[in-house]
Every structure is written in C-alpha cells, then in structure tokens.
C-alpha cells in the first residue's frame, strides 16, 4: 500500500474519526435531526433516545452506576473547568484547597490559577523523573481545607500512566473529592471510577476516534454524591449541571467510538505498543544519545517521547516533515520556553529542546513505521553533522562544563 | 509555521558547514548562545593577513531559523574584510530570510557569532603581535587550552 504523506503520528494531540463512528453519526444530522429537549414531537424523543442509550455506554465503559453521572459537554476543556470550578464553589464552605499535579494539562492548571485570584489556595505537586505523581506527595499535601485533588490518567507529552487507583484510596479515606482528567488514558489503559474511587472525570471523544467538540464530565451520584455549581447559564439542561442544546450526532458518535474500543480496545493496544517498541528498537539500534522520557513501562501504549541529544526538536520537525509529530522544543511555542512537563519532571533544558513526541494509533501501520524510523535516523545523523555540541561531545568534552551566556 | 524558500533553502541546503582550526592564528572561532536555550551557534573565520575573511564555517544546534541565519552569515560575510563584516546588521539578516517575529532572536544571535569570531580573530592578533615585540619569551602560547 503507498503511503499517504505526511504520516500522522501526532494521535495525542487528535485522532482521526473512525468511519464506523461517522456513519453512525450520519442519521443525526439530517433525519433525527431533533432537539434532544423537544418534548412535543418524534423528533425531539427519537434524539433523547440516542442520548440516553449513548449515555449509558459511556457511564458503563467508565464502571460508574447509571447514565444519569454522565454530563455532556463540548470537549475536555469544558469539563475540566466544570469539574474545577463547579466544586471549588459548590463546596467553598468546606474549604478552599486544591490539590492539582505540575504535569496537568492546561485546562486544569490554568482553572486552578483562576481559582487562586479568586482565594482559594493550590498546591502544585511535582512529578518525579519518570514522569509518575507520587501517591504519598498527594496524601502530604491534604490539610482540613482540602476540598479536591485534580490527577490526570496519563500525561499527554510523555504518556505516563498515574497511579489514579492508589490516589482514589487516599482521597477516599481523607473525605476528599477525586477529579481525574482521563482524556488521554481513557480507552488505552484500564480505567474505573467505581474500583479507582474516581468521584469526577473528564472524557472527550476525539481522542478516541470520535469527532471532535464532545466531551463528558462523570459525576458521581452517590457514596458521595457529587455537586456542582453549573459553570453555563440557561434552559437547565444535562440536570442543570451544563445549559445547551446537546451535540446529539456528536454525543452518538462519541457513544459509537467507546464501543469500538470495548470490542477491540484491549487487542488494539497490543498492536500499537508493538508498533511503537518496533519504532523505538529500530531508532535505538542506529542513534547513540537518545533518551527516552517517561517511565519505560507505566506509559500509553502509542507514546514514544524521545530526546535526540545535540538536535533541536523544531530543527529536526522541519527535516522530517513528511511525519506529523510534536515537540517540548520552545521554538514550537509563542513562549519560547520548552515544555512545562518536561521540566517538572527535572529534564535538562537543552533535552527538554531536543524531545520529539510520537504519538502511535489505530491507523498507523508496520511499513509507516519502517518509513518513519529511517527517516528520523538519517535526519538526526545529519543534523548531528551541524550540531557544534555533538562535536564537542565526540571530543569529549562535557557541555555541562561551558560556561554558557544565556540569551 | 510558513517559512519562506531562502530560509528553506539555507536549511535544507546549508552552505560552509565545518571546522576550521581554533588553533590557527589566522582563524577566529565565536561559539554564542547556550544549549538550554535551544540555540547554539559556532562560527568560525579565516582571515587573511591583509584582514579579509578568505573562509567562514559554522556549526548551529538550533531550530531551522538559526541554521539558515548562521548559514547565510557564513555566506556573506565571505570575501569581506574584518571591519565591512563587523557590520552586518541582524535586521537584514531578518529581512533576506523573511523570519517571522518568534524568530528574530536567531538572526541576533547570527550577528553575535560574526562579532563574537572578529573579536577572538583580532584578540589572538593582539596576543600575537604583544609576544613578537617581547622575543624574552619563549614561543608557546599558542598551547593554552582554548574553551572550545
């Protein structure tokens, strides 16, 4: 089979729909077409239906009771700040602590800093170098005003898996409520509200081969039951937890690519780890100075994130742009710092500039990798050939050892 | 990010990639910037004794914008002599490339690795032309250990 340029391997950032889920989205646009709110006609109750069944997919792929804890939102985005900021003013009586990790994504960290201006108070809890949050690290930080502690189910740079199950028993001893932000994970690696005592989670579809603009918020009804200030004002819909008129193609769609995954999510993540250790072994055997950033094992079966000592990460993009990946590089950022989650997790700098994130999927194939991995080693030994510090290395001198003018 | 061709081209094409002699009293070596800011640039220069730049190399860790910046630098400042290549301007390195605003820093920073090479060029010089006028000492300086 030809390949099709650039070969998208960039499945953290998005994942292409699968066409089993558009055509089971495809009705819902022209023929039940309903608002899911229209309690008049067919239209209306045929849309509710679809919700409802979707629903319950969901909640039940998730482990959680009933359909009724799923809230539908537009994307992960939207549930983290609901989650976020709905407790934090449900329960400020309570409390006005947060506990949240440096390696969230920027939809909790930055709900978190706006809850800050508003006086509540968060601790950030560092990563170690794996790359993994430390259960005990969370425990410490609990005081009598803690009201929620906010882990992801994997990082989307570096793919760790969190210990979310170790946390969950934590927060359930403590009396605080439990927010995990499963976009990445979910589908990839086992998840389960009930066992895990996972009391909120983010869910987005496009992550999963769904479309893009559809996300959930589980909540949890009882033992505790969960509120929430709703963050959207209007007709009070999703239990008045989230106002809108619902995505309904969007939310069957949604439903339609968790039940791909229930059918094949188990077999799929075997042939995907496959691919990404065939990608890493290939570049492993041909590179020197290649690190790999993440815990080896704890971590998404698609995610390689590799640092190529002595290259610059968009320098090495820009080479290899018949692969769509991504970069912690500054230079791939209007910030011009590199990547916040490699620094947390304690990586040198000039590392944290060289990392190249691929992100493997249910579309990609052998040959695709075979394709990828010679390229990316032939660019790097030419960028290498550029490189002053690979130089300098080769003469064995240590970089760390420069006095560097910073600029 | 939109590059324009000349930058491509210089990326993908690099011109005067290499290592001249540090130890040479005729080249002048300028190693700027720093690995945790993403660019590093070492560029090197021959120069004549009439004080013509006969060659000029580079080495660059960066992203594509420093590589061109550096390979264009090498480029131009070529057959100029120390004081006319002193006096390249960031900005028109900027401007032939068509760098987009995030990257303005690596065409300053291709600047600072001109001067920086000129300056070690002409420091060497002085050293040397110091030593001559002093035959007391003995002739080995040229085996002080250089930071490169």
Known sequence: MALKFPIYMDNHATTPLDKRVLEAMLPYFTQDFGNAASRTHAYGWHAEAAVEDSRETIADYIGAESGKEIVFTSGATESDNLAIKGVAEYYKGKGNHIITTTIEHKAVLDSCKRLEKEGYTVTYVNAGPDGLVNPADIEAAITDKTILVSVMLANNEVGTIQPIGEIGAITRKRGVLFHCDAVQGFGKTPFDVQRMNVDLASLTAHKIYGPKGVGALYVRRSKPRVRLVAQMDGGGHERGNRSGTLNVPGIVGFAKAVSIFKQEGVAEADRIRGLRDRLHGAINKELDSVFLNGHPEKRLPGNLNLSFSFVEGEGLMMAIKDVAVSSGSACTSASLEPSYVLRSMGLDEELAHSSIRFGLGRFNTEEEVDYVAELVIGKVKRLRELSPLYEMHQQGIDIKSIQWAAH | ?148
């Open chain 2, 1 to 148: 990010m939109a590059y324009s061709d000349k930058l491509l081209d210089h990326y993908e094409n690099p011109r005067n990639v290499g290592t001249l002699d540090k130890d040479d009293p005729s080249v002048g070596t300028g190693l700027v910037g720093a690995p945790a800011c993403g660019d590093v640039m070492r560029l090197q220069i021959r120069v004549s004794p009439e004080g013509v730049i006969e060659d000029a190399r580079f080495k660059t860790f960066g992203c594509g914008s420093a590589i061109a910046s550096s390979s264009l630098a090498t480029e131009w400042i070529k057959g100029k002599n120390i004081d006319e290549a002193a006096s390249i301007k960031n900005s028109q390195i900027a401007e032939e490339l068509s760098l987009p605003p995030v990257k303005i820093h690596c065409s300053v920073l291709a600047e600072d690795a001109i001067k920086s090479a000129i300056e070690d060029y002409k420091a060497k010089r002085a050293a040397r032309l110091a030593l001559d006028a002093s035959p007391a000492e003995a002739p080995t300086a040229a085996t002080a250990p250089a930071s490169l």
